[in-house]
């Protein structure tokens, strides 16, 4: 269906009116990732607190449909759900620092796990295949990687807060351009 006003679809009319939304997005992206590549302790921080705040807020809600009743999960979990729920987010508030660098060493220990599970599967499936030597190589690394962020969590936290940063602001400007491709179309 054209509108009423151009030769254009209507649907390309509406999308180009949300070009500012887009643009809200990139210009918040390219915020956030300033801040982590400038100060990624700080944004891990930060991030780690606002995990907090929206576990709170998770809690206090299934609290809420716990007690109304109209939550069609099995009280049970629910109360365990939203206790979890809140013990989180109070930690993560009360140290946002220790909470992401727990993160950190989870995902240490699932590099470590992974990485030796590519050795142990390309080591068996070696006949099967060609260029196993790869599937080893990225499991070494991958350990090599979980022990470096097991030894110092912190360093770690720092280093994933850069690269996450470094995302964010090419997010931020991909974002900024659709946006502004998109306001021609209005």
Same mark, same amino acid.
């Given at each position: 269906?054209?509108?009423?006003?151009?030769?254009?679809?209507?649907?390309?009319?509406?999308?180009?009116?949300?070009?500012?939304? /887009? #643009? $809200? %997005?990139?210009?918040?992206? *390219? @915020? +956030? &990732?300033?801040?982590?590549?400038?100060?990624? !302790?700080?944004? =891990?921080?930060?991030?780690?607190?606002?995990?907090?705040?929206?576990?709170?807020?998770?809690?206090?809600?299934?609290?809420?449909?716990?007690?109304?009743?109209?939550?069609?999960?099995?009280?049970?979990? /629910? #109360? $365990? %759900?939203?206790?979890?729920? *809140? @013990? +989180? &987010?109070?930690?993560?508030?009360?140290?946002? !620092?220790?909470? =992401?660098?727990?993160?950190?060493?989870?995902?240490?220990?699932?590099?470590?796990?992974?990485?030796?599970?590519?050795?142990?599967?390309?080591?068996?499936?070696?006949?099967?295949?060609?260029?196993?030597? /790869? #599937?080893?190589?990225?499991?070494?690394?991958?350990?090599?990687?979980?022990?470096?962020?097991?030894?110092?969590?912190?360093?770690?936290?720092?280093?994933?807060?850069?690269?996450?940063?470094?995302?964010?602001?090419?997010?931020?400007?991909?974002?900024?351009?659709?946006?502004?491709?998109?306001?021609?179309?209005?």
């Amino acid at each position: 269906m054209l509108s009423p006003d151009s030769s254009r679809p209507a649907l390309v009319t509406a999308i180009g009116r949300s070009w500012p939304i /887009l #643009l $809200l %997005y990139g210009v918040v992206a *390219l @915020g +956030f &990732g300033i801040a982590a590549v400038g100060w990624p !302790l700080s944004a =891990a921080t930060a991030l780690a607190w606002v995990l907090g705040v929206m576990a709170i807020a998770e809690g206090v809600i299934s609290l809420l449909a716990l007690i109304s009743g109209g939550s069609g999960a099995p009280r049970g979990w /629910l #109360l $365990l %759900y939203a206790l979890a729920s *809140l @013990g +989180f &987010g109070v930690l993560a508030i009360a140290n946002p !620092l220790a909470t =992401a660098s727990v993160l950190v060493l989870l995902l240490a220990v699932w590099l470590l796990l992974a990485g030796l599970y590519r050795i142990v599967f390309a080591i068996r499936v070696r006949k099967q295949i060609q260029g196993e030597w /790869l #599937l080893i190589l990225s499991g070494l690394l991958a350990v090599v990687l979980g022990v470096l962020l097991a030894a110092n969590p912190v360093a770690g936290l720092a280093v994933t807060t850069l690269w996450i940063g470094i995302g964010s602001l090419v997010y931020g400007v991909l974002q900024i351009v659709v946006a502004l491709k998109l306001r021609k179309l209005t």
